[in-house]
C-alpha cells in the first residue's frame, strides 16, 4: 500500500507550475514502487514503454531543479539543522566523470553531503551536494567548497540555530568561515593520533583528557589560538573512546543537540536499505544531484506518513490529562503513548517493511494528517487545514 500513496498534493506544494509538480509526483511514485534509482528500474514501473518512460524522466530532469524544491523543507520551527556527508559506492563506474575513489582508496564512488532537520527518531532532509575525490583533483572544487556550497543556502535560514556537525567539519577554515557569517555551530572533535590544540586565554594549552563516566568542560578556549569556543568533554559507559564537543554555545546545550545527530544517520541508513540510494546511476552529475534531491523530496513524505502509521498501529492511546513529550506525537494526529512496539520499529520501516493492513477511511485521514503536517513545513508559518 506504501506505492500507492498519492505524492501529488504533496508535490504540488513544493513545485510552482502544475504540471512539473504531476511529473514529479509520477516519476516519486515509480522510486518508491522500485525502490531503486536505477534509472531504467524507475522506468519500468511508470506508465508506457520503457523508452518512452526513461526518455520522459530525462526531460523532467532536463526541464526542472528538486533541488530547489528541496530547500522549502526548512522548517522554520527547527531547533538546530544537521549535515552530514555519506559514501555512496560506484564500483562500475569506470567512466563517469565525477566518480572518484572512496576513504579506503580503491572503491569507486562519491560523497553526497545531506542537510536535514531532525524529526522523532529521523531527519527531513532540505539540501544536498555531492562531490568527489575526482572532481576535487579535476580543479572544479574542493571538499571545503563543497561543504560552504551547501551551508551558503542555510545562511539566511538559519537565523539563531546552530549546525550540528561531524569530525569531518572539524578544521580551521571552516570554523573561520561559520564565525564570520555569525553562524552557531557544535561540532564534533576529530581526534587521532594528532588531535587539534586548544589554549586558554594566558596561552596554556588545554588538556584533552576525560575519565570514564566524567564530564569536563573548558569555557572560552582558543581552537589552533585561533576561534574563541567552548569544549565539552564526555566518557559515556559502553564507549570505547570519549566524545570531545566544540560549539559557540553554552557547553551542555551543545553536547546535548550534538547527541540527536544520530537522527541523520539513521536516515541515510534509511535511504540506502529502504529506497535503493546506492543503486544512483546518472552519469552527469548534475541530474544525479536532481534525482538524489527527488528521492530526498519522496523520503520526507514517507517519513511523515510512516510516522503517522507507526502511532496508528503501535501507539497507545493516552488519556487527555497524561503528558507526552515533545515530539513523541504528529501535530493533528490522534496522541499515543510510546509503548514497546512504538519504539522497536521507525515509521519509514513501518511502512515499507512490514506486513500490515488499515481500513480504507482510516488510511485516508492518516495520509491527510501527514499533508497536513507537510505543508506545515513548506507553507510555515501559515498555518494549513486540510
Known amino acids: 500500500m506504501a506505492q500507492c500513496i498519492n505524492l501529488r498534493p504533496f508535490m504540488q506544494s513544493l513545485f510552482d507550475d502544475e504540471a512539473t509538480a504531476n511529473k514529479a509526483a509520477e516519476i516519486g511514485q515509480a522510486m518508491l514502487a522500485a525502490r531503486s534509482m536505477r534509472l531504467t528500474e524507475i522506468a519500468a514501473r511508470l506508465r508506457g514503454s520503457s523508452d518512452a518512460s526513461y526518455k520522459r524522466i530525462q526531460r523532467f530532469l532536463q526541464q526542472s531543479d ?18 552530514d556527508p555519506t559514501e555512496i559506492e560506484r564500483p562500475q563506474a569506470r567512466r563517469t566523470k565525477y566518480v572518484g575513489t572512496l576513504k579506503d582508496g580503491k572503491t569507486r564512488g562519491f560523497w553526497a553531503l545531506l542537510v536535514a532537520t531532525p524529526y522523532r527518531g529521523r531527519a527531513v532532509p532540505c539540501g544536498v551536494v555531492t562531490y568527489s575525490s575526482k ?37 580551521l577554515e571552516l570554523l573561520h568561515r561559520l564565525v564570520e557569517e555569525e553562524l552557531n555551530f557544535v561540532i564534533r572533535l576529530k581526534l587521532g593520533s594528532h588531535p587539534p590544540k586548544f589554549y586558554h586565554s594566558d ?39 570519549p566524545l570531545w564537543v566544540m560549539t559557540s554555545l553554552e557547553a551542555a546545550q551543545g553536547l546535548r543537540i550534538y547527541c540527536a545527530r544520530m537522527k541523520i544517520e539513521e536516515t541515510l541508513r534509511d535511504l540506502k536499505s529502504l529506497l535503493g540510494m546506492t543503486r544512483l546511476m546518472n552519469k552527469q552529475q548534475e541530474k544525479m544531484e536532481k534525482m538524489l534531491a527527488l528521492l530526498l523530496l519522496v523520503y520526507a513524505i514517507i517519513l511523515l506518513v510512516g510516522e503517522g502509521l507507526r502511532d496508528y498501529l503501535y501507539g497507545e492511546p493516552v488519556t487527555e490529562k497524561e503528558p507526552l513529550a515533545e515530539g513523541a506525537y504528529i501535530p493533528g494526529s490522534v496522541q499515543r503513548r510510546q509503548g514497546k512496539k512504538w519504539k522497536r520499529y521507525s515509521g519509514p520501516s513501518t511502512l515499507l517493511k512490514q506486513k500490515w493492513s488499515v481500513p480504507s477511511k482510516d488510511w485516508r485521514a492518516l495520509v491527510g494528517r501527514a499533508l497536513t503536517a507537510f505543508l506545515a513545513i513548506v507553507q510555515c508559518p501559515v498555518p494549513t487545514q486540510v
Open 203 to 241: 596561552g596554556r594549552e588545554v588538556v584533552l583528557m576525560v575519565s570514564r563516566g566524567e564530564t569536563i568542560i573548558h569555557n572560552q578556549v582558543w581552537y589552533k589560538g585561533e576561534v574563541c569556543v567552548n569544549l565539552i568533554g564526555v566518557w559515556r559507559k559502553g564507549l570505547r573512546q
Open 135 to 171: 572532481t576535487i583533483a579535476m580543479g572544479e572544487d574542493s571538499r571545503n567548497l563543497n561543504h560552504f556550497r551547501a551551508l551558503a543556502e542555510l545562511k539566511d535560514m538559519l537565523g539563531e540555530r546552530p549546525l550540528v556537525l561531524d569530525r569531518e567539519f572539524s578544521y
Open 66 to 83: 528538486p533541488r530547489q524544491a528541496l530547500w522549502r523543507l526548512f522548517p522554520e520551527q527547527a531547533e538546530f539543522v544537521i549535515a
